[in-house]
């Protein structure tokens, strides 16, 4: 068999509950539901952060965020320059095995030459730089109301900028992966296929909207904003279907962080949060190192070479590039990674999973062994104080992390509070040496 094709999908603000094959009993995503069917789906795949910027670099780079160069620093409006060349991505591993690169959709790792996708391994680039645009206008309008930036259009063609005005940006996306695969056929390749969607504005044709007559308002845009990916999965599986590219095209799929609570998702002259997505029984949303802002949605298929099953192990986004890495015939030994490749678990092998697994926000650091979880300074709204300096949960027992076990297993609480300062250490060492010099005051 010739090297296997890649895709990576990755959705926005999507909810560990927000898809059919995850629970969900109002929405409707047939087309992604059968990837779940056909493929592995995970149950505790996690984010490697709560937020987009370091969540997506995780997965491009299979490092922990700040050791990937960009960190959720949003004190004192604090921005991140983004990916340089001397952090490797997955695009740039492949394209040393001789793989066509390719991304459809959303970047936001950097607006600086180096910092682009045509700079960081990808051949091609159609999509947008920013964290969010208007999906007919293609203008990014975030910031202006306390006036952090005029509106700005963002769309690109490789460095050129090119206009569209009027094309729904979901569908523009799938339109312009299916080209990429199309005129790719004949030979390996990889596309990130990276939706905006649900993330905010709220926009859905009205097509989409009709499918979920029934469904309150807020939560039914964003069942239409799914349901549009929904149909474009489905086209992308189609073309797989019709070039007989299935059986040798690795698919993976996951949301970038849990759901938004974000008020500027529903402009509704109010200040109350925004309950149209769903993080099911976890607590905490986007932000919060709670279950609810790092376990996401995510399956992984490649036809018969992954038989089916359900994966409760609990994984994290970096392992994907040592795992894609493996399966195209590449090393990942070659390269400076936190993820380890869990390939024998997708073959049908014993479940693969970390030690431990660790996450940071912003004053929040995060640890998980086993069954037990310690959040520091875990926040479940952003705006809100600490729920508790110190959190213990056993996640066998207590998914929701209603129940802190701190005090009640100290031993537990101790040797984990350890790791995670020191972990947390060892990336604010890293930073300093390697990458804060790349931070500016916007």
């Known amino acids: 068999m010739s090297k296997p094709n890649v895709i990576l999908i990755m959705t926005d603000d999507q909810g560990y509950a927000d898809l059919g094959c995850m629970g969900s ?66 695009a740039t591993a492949l394209k040393k095995l001789g793989y066509a690169t390719g991304i459809s959709g959303k970047w936001h790792l950097g607006l600086k030459p180096e910092c682009r996708p045509n700079a960081n391994g990808f051949d091609e680039f159609s999509g947008f730089l920013a964290g969010c645009l208007d999906y007919y206008s293609h203008i990014f309008y975030y910031g202006m109301s306390d006036g952090g930036c005029n509106p700005t259009h963002d769309l690109w063609e490789n460095g050129e900028e090119v206009y569209a005005n009027g094309e729904y940006l979901t569908e523009r996306i799938t339109r312009k992966s299916v080209d990429f695969i199309t005129r790719h056929k004949d030979e390996p390749f990889f596309l990130y296929v990276a939706y905006n969607a649900p993330h905010y504005p709220m926009h859905a044709p009205e097509k989409y909207l009709e499918r979920f007559p029934d469904l309150p308002w807020d939560r039914r845009i964003m069942a239409a904003m799914l349901s549009a990916v929904d149909d474009g999965v489905g086209e992308i599986t189609a073309t797989l279907e019709k070039l007989g590219l299935s059986e040798n095209t690795i698919i993976y799929y996951q949301s970038d962080n849990g759901p938004s609570r974000e008020s500027r998702n529903w402009l509704d002259g109010t200040e109350d949060f925004y309950y149209g997505s769903s993080a099911g029984g976890f607590t905490g949303h986007k932000f919060s190192l709670f279950e609810g802002g790092i376990r996401v949605p995510a399956i992984i298929s490649m036809g018969s070479s992954f038989p089916h099953r359900i994966s409760d ?31 024998g678990t997708l073959r049908g092998g014993e479940e693969k999973t970390h030690d431990m697994l660790f996450w940071e926000m912003e004053g929040q650091t995060a640890v998980r062994k086993g069954d037990y979880k310690l959040v520091l300074n875990g926040r479940v709204v952003e705006s809100e104080e600490p729920r508790a300096e110190v959190f213990l949960s056993d996640l066998s027992r207590d998914p929701g992390e209603k129940n802190n076990l701190a005090d009640e297993l100290p031993e537990i609480r101790d040797e984990l509070r350890k790791a995670a300062l020191d972990w947390r250490d060892s990336i604010e060492e890293k930073w300093e040496r390697d990458f804060a010099s790349n931070y500016a005051l916007t």
């Open 25 to 90: 009993e109002d929405l409707k995503t047939p087309n992604i539901d059968a990837l779940a069917e056909k493929g592995v789906m995970f149950t505790s795949m996690y984010a490697a952060s709560p937020v987009c910027s370091p969540s997506r670099a995780a997965l491009l780079t299979g490092r922990y965020p700040g050791n990937a160069g960009v960190r959720a620093i949003l004190a004192g409006h604090r921005r991140a320059s983004g990916l340089t060349p001397a952090v490797p991505t997955l």
């Open 313 to 343: 192990g609990a994984h994290i986004a970096v392992d994907i590039f040592p795992t894609v890495l493996e399966a195209c015939g590449g090393n990942p030994a070659d390269y400076d990674l936190d993820g380890e490749s869990i390939l």
